[in-house]
């Protein structure tokens, strides 16, 4: 049996990677359950009595973040909603339709997605600051546009390239009319394009933090943002901070594991086809 | 049978060019006023004199915040960190990403496991990256990587408190986070490369080496080029995770254009300056981003 020795490397050096990725995850997630002095023992221990303080510290304490976890939802749930209203009928446009201008079109859709944030924070803080909007919703939402739109777009149009033409002309000829069309043939077979494309956005949306530190406030004041919480000139509560990440990125890990085959599909045919597209 | 064949065809060009219209513009001029207005406004406000901590002395700078760059080291700085992190971090993450695609190909079990452990990076916010890096991974005597060197005996360091270890630190970190992306996209694409021409190159007793340089790079090609653009978008406008791991110091040495800009504008509150770094910033962004989709499009 040749091949043993050379596969018995090859799984050493993928449990390395795996743990070279996973394990600051996991350090984290048992740090969550230490108290802030069993974090700071050295050696450092991994058999300790586990303690669920940080977490009602975390969740119902003075500096708790359900707040925040509030403001996120709110701000990316809304976002996202808006952003699939505006990008599958703009994508299914770009993807299958004929009208002046389309190059044109696709190639702003694209440059608007490379625009560097802090070029969009700083004109948004001086125009929401005149209209007395800074620290509300409609003023996180629009922003959290910027970014959502342009890319949701890209992604659907790819989706709907894949929708086999004949289905669609087959539905013209039956008189179904072009939105009957779109309603009734197209957008059942984009379904899992749109199920990938919502969960893309929700993820990019709840992990922002530029635009939420620098327009929010204490009202609309977002879950990344209230990571510092715990963190003061004074001091930083590791085990706090540990646990409020945890409880931050429950939704996130969760949404990613669980499309964890879409999402892999979904970095993919971005990617994949972009590059293919010359 | 009034209407001529050709009519037909054209009411029909014209039917659909008015639905696409109809679909499109929405987002277009949504587009137009959440981005495009904004950075109108943005490129006005970077030929202002704007300091909200001396409002009295605000108005048209012309060019003035531009020429006031060419001799303001600290911007220098910041170019300078801007053009290492980011074509440092893009170069490890598509180098490592695709050893390793490489790599996990040949393993035939335990891929599944693998793709799970490299979406977790990939799904944190990079502002939780940034904070676990400088808490548990990266902290003095308590953080994982001094628990390592020091059972190596290679002694405690300042990852983050040192000038030239903290530039290491964040590129490390950024590397950290996103490698998995350049690997799960090479891997899928490598994963559909035909296997026949493979067979035909080992018949020919090409080597692992040849193999790779004149079969798959080729083929993989576009797939590589396009991780490079999209990489080195984020690379570009990454933020969080250096601001929660060292917010741009110690001193400057952390402090990429980005928060070069975004400390100007909201903590030395000198708006009109920032918005000439963002505009920068945003130039740098275009002529690199023109440079790769020109290479995108020409043949190799």
């Not at chain 2, 531009?66 to 303001?72: I, V």
């Not at chain 2, 007793?205 to 653009?229: C, D, E, G, K, N």
Request: charged share 10%; aromatic share 12%.
């Amino acid at each position: 049996m040749k091949p043993m020795p050379r596969q018995v490397i090859l799984g050493v050096v993928a449990g390395l990677i795996v743990s070279v990725w996973a394990f600051p995850v996991l350090w984290a997630l048992l740090t969550s359950f230490k108290t802030e002095r069993d974090v700071l023992a050295y050696p450092p221990v991994f058999v300790f009595t586990p303690t669920l303080a940080n977490y009602r510290e975390v969740l119902f304490g003075p500096a708790s973040i359900l707040p925040n976890l509030r403001s996120s939802l709110v701000v990316t749930c809304s976002a996202t909603a808006l952003t699939m209203a505006f990008a599958i009928p703009a994508a299914y446009a770009l993807a299958r339709l004929r009208y002046p201008f389309k190059r044109f079109s696709g190639f702003y859709v694209l440059v608007t997605q490379m625009l560097p944030p802090v070029g969009l924070v700083i004109p948004y803080y001086l125009a929401l600051q005149r209209l007395g909007a800074l620290d509300t919703y409609s003023g996180m939402i629009t922003i959290y546009l910027t970014f959502s739109l342009p890319f949701a777009i890209w992604l659907m149009v790819s989706y709907f390239e894949d929708v086999p033409y004949e289905m669609e002309e087959a539905a013209l000829l039956d008189h179904a009319g072009r939105w009957g069309a779109l309603w009734h043939v197209v957008l059942p077979q984009v379904r899992g394009g749109i199920a990938v494309t919502t969960v893309f956005v929700f993820l990019n949306a709840w992990n922002e933090f530029m635009f939420a530190v620098v327009l929010g406030g204490n009202t609309v004041r977002p879950v990344t943002v209230g990571m510092f919480n715990f963190i003061s000139v004074e001091q930083t509560q590791w085990a706090k901070v540990a646990a409020g990440a945890m409880v931050a990125m429950a939704p996130v890990i969760l949404l990613g594991l669980l499309a964890q085959k879409h999402i892999v599909k979904g970095l993919t045919v971005g990617a994949v086809k972009g590059g293919g597209r010359r | 049978m009034a209407h001529s064949p050709v009519a037909v065809i054209d009411t029909q060009a014209q039917q659909e060019r008015r639905f696409a219209l109809a679909l499109f513009a929405p987002a277009f001029v949504l587009l137009l006023l959440i981005t495009t207005a904004p950075l109108v406004f943005l490129a006005w406000n970077s030929l202002q004199k704007l300091d909200m901590s001396m409002p009295w002395l605000s108005g048209f700078a012309g060019l003035g915040n531009y020429t006031k760059m060419g001799s303001d080291p600290r911007f220098w700085n910041s170019f300078t960190l801007t053009v290492i992190y980011t074509s440092s971090t893009v170069v490890l993450q598509v180098i490592i990403g695709l050893s390793l695609a490489l790599l996990v190909l040949q393993i035939p079990r335990g891929q599944a496991l693998l793709r799970v452990a490299a979406i977790l990076p990939i799904v944190l916010a990079p502002v939780v990256v940034g904070l676990f890096w400088r808490t548990l991974v990266l902290a003095p005597d308590f953080g994982l990587v001094d628990l390592v060197t020091r059972a190596l005996g290679l002694g405690s360091h300042n990852w983050l408190g040192d000038p030239q270890l903290a530039l290491i630190s964040v590129i490390a970190i950024h590397t950290w986070q996103w490698t998995p992306f350049a690997f799960l996209v090479l891997l899928a694409t490598l994963a559909t490369l035909p296997p026949d021409v493979y067979e035909a190159a080992r018949l020919d007793r090409a080597s692992a080496w040849q193999r790779f340089w004149h079969i798959t790079l080729p083929l993989i090609r576009a797939a590589v080029v396009m991780v490079v653009i999209l990489r080195t978008m984020t690379a570009l406008s990454a933020f969080a995770a250096i601001f929660a791991a060292t917010g741009g110091g110690p001193g400057t040495s952390t402090e990429i254009l980005n928060l070069y800009a975004y400390r100007t504008s909201f903590t030395e509150l000198n708006i009109g300056y920032g918005s000439a770094l963002a505009m920068v910033l945003l130039t740098l962004t275009a002529f690199v981003s023109w440079l790769l989709f020109r290479r995108r499009s020409s043949p190799a």
